[in-house]
């Protein structure tokens, strides 16, 4: 069985695992308070040009929405998101677990508009009885989207502005951050993430590490005790140099760090996924240009398929269709893919 | 400047205020455990056919919801509901402060059907990743709706044994509920209510009382400490025979309670604007058999009207046009009623 | 039955029903926009010489407390008060529902002391793992306490100074305000309790109302989105008006309003008591100078009282002695006073 | 500087880095579906002579504990608990953010009894308003306690059966329950731990993992939907796996398995470090029979031990003596306890 189902079924990328081995006699403070996780807040403010930002290390990604988004509302606030987005549909009502709605907008492809955030703004406020409904408080993005599209520059930038106008924050959910940077559509950079959001994080579990995500506040207005907010979430790892080695190991060496050695290599081999489905005349049900794809195939092709691969049966088309999900990550091997092409 | 905007414009039916007057000096236990409570108790469980039921009083609509839901629901469980319903759209969030998620479901009119609960019900437990999706755990229904329109017994007992399948409790918020009752086209008494429910309240505030919600638990396993959640919620009244005294005077008769005579003269001069709108020719954007009527109105209609009527605008409908609501109540007058629809 | 059990087991006083019923048929906006409202928070202003303060009116206590803290805190942040405070012990944890912890404080009268507050506080900030522990965000304190006890102008200007220079919120949850500023010991003013809170609120409840608790927030960084929250936490009564007519009828007439008189009123029957409790010998568990009085009684007394007066059993003090409490209030008479004293 | 800080300022056993390197390119399913786990949790049960026992891997204790204690409780009830312990001062109000309160037993040596159990109870019940106040809901315990203290056999089976009595369930928390089997002190094994509590731990990241704790429900009342709880409570790790291959290796082997081997070691050396204590005539502050030793020592001799060694400062005694921590573990050298012990 050849394993494409995501990108998170093996270990990690052996060099992390080579520093953990190295590092593991080594006594330190808990908590996060090591040189590991100094150095590494270091290497994640140089990458991001914000040489101010808060940087923080958390477990996952349920944990670091669910903090994050607890740390900036009060308590009548909801959060703006797609419908499709992962803290709507995937983290069994981690957010209103923690008392707080999430206001779901339209979308088709994982992606919201600059546009549909300030209509919703606008019919909050313009409500008479505004007092009476959940206020927009905070806007999540995710970069890639679930659906492994890209929100462009000119599209983040639109969507920042109206964030700023409308004094609502701006929240990117990078856990497949590294993926969308080494699309060969993208334009944004890690510093241009930093400039046009007010928190981000650069997602660690699903690009080679074995668990953890770094958040990056760039606003200091939402700095402030934020490391209360991760105990009380459960996210503060008492050996918490380990996500200090990790992310130390994936963003060493500027531009050319294994954080986007892994996410490159990834994205070419879903490229080249990508181009034999086009190629072999099936359809995709999002145009995606990062890690994930999304062909629709016909059903016996799926049958066939899955007694060799592995991979997500995402939804049915109609009734001789399937759309699947197909992830690359660092583990994916050329050979694999090549078998996967033939098969098609 | 004549009011239709709410059923809640006024203090309340005289024959309560009297009551009120009339016991003022009385001294009883507090917090619901008075003679009054229990005899109004007494008087719902009567009505509803429903001699071993709960009876519980809280002060106000959004409480009760709260209360009742909470008491419910596990902790990563979601309530279904009309995307339309009050919980999900004017409680600021009430449910979610609870750490509950509202599943919203299409509705065009307010209700929801047997099918859908089925098919959200079926979704979850067929997903393969279930247990990262909020659980569905109860269904909200009002009767009537926000939009005025009511559940026929036929259709209330199709999502009754749909919710029996599916061992999903069912909730029925009758914040307007005398006036569903009173309506022509109702087919359902308050015992049919008891029984198809598991939980559900009969409305006070909307219905000539000063304030006041009863909840009637039919369902044994819903019962267990639920004055503990009252307390929590802060809805446990510290002069609790204020509600006691209320509900004996709406409850009192029968058939012929003041309850009753109030919601069905709501609705009979409702349907006076009702015809008077058909007759002139405009549409109506629900087909409400309840006390409020949403008709189409030109817009300078709309602007005519609203220099001597109070009234709800509800939606744009197109360039021209808008719909509004106009709301009658105990307290509405028939001579109200005529001069609005000369004006019409 | 006489009873002395509580200070609400009648309803209220007659000129608020009186209020009532002349102003039943008046159409007004609902949710608290009404001019009743607006009247009577013109005159608490007045009376708070707090020309700018917020007035906010909610149904009871518990929920006052509750919307009043939530709306302060941040999420890791708890709340500094008495161990025997309201909110620690007879809320049903109210507060922590809404997340928060209640860090309570020895204390013998059901006071606490600007030292206790300081050291609390030095306390968490001195700790090295601070973010370990929840963090001090704000001040409850009662007046009168659930001990009848009250604070002098000297102890509540030292917290309100010690408040201050900790950056800590001063709450003041005033459900039995009136007896304390009624008290012959009393040295402070409702001017004084607006200029040293940031929050407290005139408890109505207790004193004379039907029900109702009037929150005055006098520093502005705590007036925000108030009424969402009170939405959110069931508080925001369809016919707000209730609450406005009945604040208009305690507070019109400057020093010599309703709600003065009925406190004193309540108090000098209560000091009735007290003086012949202390010319019988009888020891008091509390000194209280308020409308609360708790004598500690023979078992003997206690029960041959018990057969013609109600009264709470408060604590077993010896096994031949027990505290009771007699609470006095508008509706008690002096007759039935007499007659207790003779028969103590 | 030599570190008896903690029992976690290392990364891990030596035998769990090899494990994750061996197992490194495997691929498996997520979310602790795996091989692993399931291999990992047969091992649990059969150490537990518990084969129906429930077995689920969290990566912390703060989590673990905030969602164990959230899938009891309903919403208005508490958990009994040591004044010292983890839950009520170290997590940052963690589980009043699940919206429960702790409610503190007093405790001299973190450590609390049957007797106290069944007075709070009945303290509960027996009180006239126990709808007003937080109902017990569950008891939780740490074994060892955070003062390094033990329940012997007697006491556990005592609280045990208080808890049936009371139909109040026991949750005992295991970060350090290797250190507490492992004492010359105890008379438990696991399977009278499985027996005598409802729920419990075995914690990984203080006894030689790099994180994880196995939560083991024994009583079937408490297995439902407990997967949904980890994910909201941002629990479930991605690659589980993690977990299962850390637990796998620690427990393999029965009596002899590396997780007893580490316990050993540990207390082996904190009892040579707490017999130089005694013999040098110093006291202790709590007389601890596991890896946490606590000596009461002359504050120039805490200053001069600081330069050579790291401990934990605990309290000042008195003006002259301060009592610290030292703590022992799997990467504790016999060489640095002599060390020490030359210097005491």
Redesign the interface.
């Known amino acids: 069985?050849i394993?494409f189902e995501?990108d998170?079924?093996?270990?990690?990328h052996?060099a992390i695992?080579q520093r953990?081995?190295e590092?593991?006699?080594?006594?330190?403070?808990?908590?996060g308070m090591d040189e590991h996780c100094e150095n590494a807040r270091a290497l994640i403010r140089n990458l991001c040009e914000a040489p101010d930002a808060d940087v923080h290390f958390l477990?996952?990604?349920?944990?670091t929405n669910?903090?994050v988004i607890?740390?900036i509302l009060?308590?009548?606030q909801?959060v703006l998101c797609a419908e499709t987005g992962h803290i709507n549909?995937?983290?069994?009502?981690?957010i209103?677990?923690?008392?707080?709605?999430?206001l779901p907008l339209k979308s088709s492809d994982g992606k919201i508009t600059a546009g549909q955030i300030r209509e919703a703004y606008d019919a909050h406020w313009n409500d008479h009885?505004h007092?009476?409904?959940?206020?927009p408080g905070l806007v999540y993005l995710s970069q890639s989207t679930e659906n492994g599209t890209i929100y462009s520059k000119a599209e983040l930038t639109a969507i920042s502005q109206t964030c700023h106008d409308c004094k609502l924050p701006l929240f990117l959910d990078g856990a497949r951050l590294g993926y969308a940077l080494a699309s060969p559509e993208n334009d944004l950079t890690l510093a241009d993430i930093a400039r046009l959001c007010d928190v981000f994080y650069i997602g660690g579990?699903?690009v080679g590490a074995?668990?953890g995500e770094a958040v990056v506040i760039t606003n200091p207005a939402f700095t402030r005790?934020f490391?209360?907010?991760i105990?009380?979430?459960?996210?503060?790892?008492?050996?918490g140099?380990?996500l200090g080695i990790q992310f130390e190991t994936l963003m060493e060496g500027g531009d050319d760090c294994l954080y986007f050695q892994i996410s490159n290599h990834a994205v070419k081999l879903a490229y080249k996924i990508k181009e034999a489905i086009v190629a072999k005349g099936y359809d995709l049900l999002y145009d995606s240009p990062t890690n994930q794809q999304y062909p629709i195939l016909p059903d016996e092709m799926v049958e066939k398929l899955s007694k060799e691969f592995s991979f997500a049966v995402w939804s049915k088309v109609d009734d001789k269709h399937t759309a699947v999900r197909f992830c690359t990550s660092w583990?994916t091997r050329k050979e694999s893919v090549d078998t996967l092409i033939q098969k098609l």
């Not at 477990?59 to 944990?63: F, L, N, P, S, Y």
């Not at 007092?131 to 206020?135: K, L």
């Open positions: 069985m394993h995501c998170y079924t093996e270990g990690c052996p695992l953990l081995v590092t593991n006699e080594e006594q330190t403070t808990g908590y477990v996952g990604g349920t944990q669910t903090t607890a740390s009060r308590p009548y909801g549909v995937h983290e069994t009502g981690a209103e677990a923690t008392g707080h709605k999430v009885d007092e009476h409904i959940v206020q579990t699903k074995l668990f005790d490391r209360y907010l105990k009380q979430h459960g996210g503060m790892l008492a050996k140099r380990l583990a």
